[in-house]
């Protein structure tokens, strides 16, 4: 062990500590973490959650004692003239086994003559802080798996209640003897919801999400069962016509965003250019028009809202890649007339030539007119050269 060894791992300590203490704030600030503290878990999140709580702890505990050797080693290292013995202990310290991690005592019955009554389990702040990774990524994976599950499936249980809230009113206003069977339906879909809400309050990690398209089925079922077939044709009829301009929409933003993909291509480096990908969606439609010709309305209502759902994401993508990729042409373009502003400003005050200005101009210049065009790259050589003319102007002015 050398001493240059000791200061490069302690100045390694330090940054991991102050790294360790923003993410451990920043994990118990957040609200998935939060709110597993604050309820009564159950299942596989519970035991999940215990785990990780045990993660935790160790963590809390593993930052207090690397905080602790880290001050160790610094009183050590302020001497103004450190000993032999001084050195052995920094060393010793940064690099030894100097972290007690446990302590235990051994039975009377289990010792021998010249056996220790306790033992220690010792370990050095590297391998302290390899353990401590591994413990943050278990608390992590339980707080993100958790979120995860309660954001993905929430508002999908919300969703399905909404419908089913607003079957049972449609339901109010039907002939008594056809809402019978609609409100068996959305008794049986209550209760599946309510069990799969209950369950993905308490223990996310064990919920059983697939219940959902149960309960929709039940409620799509009730629905049909409350609607006329009149009444049903009429709004599937209309749900289908929006449908198709919805796919005009969409041929419309293919062809914007391959433009504007095209304008771009090779212009700027291949990671910002975005491919907006994902199947036609006129074939299902057109599937889904087959049915309605057939007559087979009752089927087509969770099949429209699904293609519904995707064809507008998919407009959303097309849309937004058309945005990114004239951003890109509008970013490049604002860096380019800054640089032709700042170029003339240089002209007006007789620095056309300046020794140090010019390659900086020069340099943002190629930057900004190179294929591939690195946008940050631009921007930072189109600062550095406005910085440097200010700076220069304002040396000026001050003679």
């Known amino acids: 062990m050398t001493m240059h060894a000791a200061e490069t791992e302690l100045a390694r300590l330090e940054k991991a500590v102050a790294a360790i203490a923003a993410n451990l704030v920043e994990l118990d600030q957040n609200p998935d973490r939060q709110e597993l503290g604050r309820i009564k878990l159950t299942g596989r999140t519970a035991t999940a959650w215990a785990d990780a709580g045990d993660a935790l702890a160790r963590l809390w505990q593993g930052h207090r004692q690397l905080g602790e050797v880290i001050e160790r080693a610094r009183a050590l290292r302020s001497q103004r003239r450190m000993s032999d013995a001084d050195r052995a202990a920094f060393q010793q310290e940064v690099l030894g086994s100097s972290i007690t991690l446990s302590t235990a005592t051994v039975p009377l019955a289990q010792r021998g003559l010249l056996g220790a009554g306790q033992v220690v389990s010792t370990c050095t702040p590297a391998e302290l802080l390899a ?16 979120g995860d599950a309660w954001r993905r499936a929430t508002p999908a249980a ?13 339901t109010r206003q039907t002939a008594v003897g056809l809402a019978a069977e609609t409100d068996r339906l959305l008794d049986e879909a209550d209760r599946l919801l309510g069990d799969l809400t209950g369950t993905l309050l308490s223990d996310p990690l064990g919920a059983d999400v697939s219940g959902l398209d ?3 089925a039940l409620i799509a079922r009730a629905d049909a069962e409350r609607t006329s077939a009149a009444e049903l044709r009429a709004h599937l009829s209309q749900r289908l016509r ?6 005009a929409e969409i041929e419309a933003a293919q062809t914007s ?11 700027f480096p291949q990671e910002k250019i975005i491919v907006v990908r994902g199947a036609d969606p006129r074939p299902e439609l057109a599937a889904i028009d087959a049915l309605a010709a057939a007559g087979h309305w ?4 969770p099949r429209l809202s699904a293609w519904n759902r995707q064809a507008r994401e998919r407009l959303a993508a097309l849309r937004s890649a058309q945005a990114h990729h004239a951003g890109l042409l509008a970013e490049r ?13 240089a002209l007006s005050r007789g620095l056309g030539e300046d020794p140090v200005l010019s390659p900086l101009a ?5 930057t900004l007119h190179q294929a591939p065009c690195d946008l940050a790259a631009a921007r930072a050589a189109v600062e550095r050269y406005q910085d440097a003319l200010s700076a220069t102007i304002a040396a000026r002015e001050a003679r």
Do not use: P, Q, W, Y
């Not at 353990?131 to 958790?146: G, K, R």
């Not at 929006?242 to 796919?247: G, I, N, P, Q, Y």
């Not at 009752?298 to 209502?301: C, D, E, F, G, Q």
């Not at 020069?362 to 190629?366: Q, S, Y």
């Open 214 to 216: 149960r309960v929709r």
């Open 242 to 247: 929006d449908a198709r301009s919805v796919v």
């Open 131 to 146: 353990a401590m990774e591994a413990a943050f990524a278990t608390a992590v994976a339980v707080v993100t798996s958790a």
């Open 333 to 345: 373009n604002e860096l380019r007339g800054r640089l032709d502003a700042f170029r003339a400003k």
């Open 362 to 366: 020069e340099t943002a210049r190629d």
């Open 158 to 170: 919300a969703e399905a209640a909404d419908a089913l809230l607003h079957v049972r009113d449609l």
């Open 257 to 267: 965003a391959d433009a504007a993909r095209e304008a771009v291509a090779g212009r």
């Open 298 to 301: 009752a089927l087509i209502s």
